[in-house]
Nanobody
Framework: VQLQASGGGSVQAGGSLRLSCVAS????????VGWFRQAPGKEREFVGN??????????NYVDSVKGRFTISRDNAKNTVYLQMNSLKFEDTAVYYC???????????????????WGQGTQVTVSS
């Protein structure tokens, strides 16, 4: 199983980026997919996730990105997206996508809820 996150870059505050997470070896619609980020000197932080389609596929977000970030799927492309709008300096981090092999009853906001990880893509927001 391989996940590849892409789409990062440098943007000014208030700008937008769309990250993509492409999987090989798994059908993403059958799994929960999470987005996490890690800023320098900080722990990896949950950003949001989207449940497997069979469980409604509704996304959840950390409070700090609600209303600005949107997670969606393109099942035909086996891709999950993280649309990031109104970016802030504090959104600067390496962003990772992750796949959970099993469905868990909880909110699945912990890194250990996920079994496979992409390599990360850098997002830099300048103020």
């Amino acid at each position: 199983v391989q996940l590849q996150a892409s789409g990062g870059g440098s943007v000014q505050a208030g700008g937008s980026l769309r990250l993509s997470c492409v999987a090989s070896g798994r059908t993403l619609s059958r799994h929960a997919v999470g987005w996490f980020r890690q800023a320098p000197g900080k722990e990896r932080e949950f950003v949001g996730n989207i449940r497997r389609s069979a469980y409604g596929g509704s996304p959840n977000y950390v409070d700090s990105v609600k209303g600005r970030f949107t997670i969606s799927r393109d099942n035909a492309k086996n891709t999950v997206y993280l649309q990031m709008n109104s970016l802030k300096f504090e959104d600067t981090a390496v962003y990772y996508c992750a796949l959970a092999e099993r469905h868990l009853a909880g909110p699945m906001i912990r890194a250990y809820d996920y079994d496979y990880w992409g390599q990360g893509t850098q997002v830099t927001v300048s103020s």
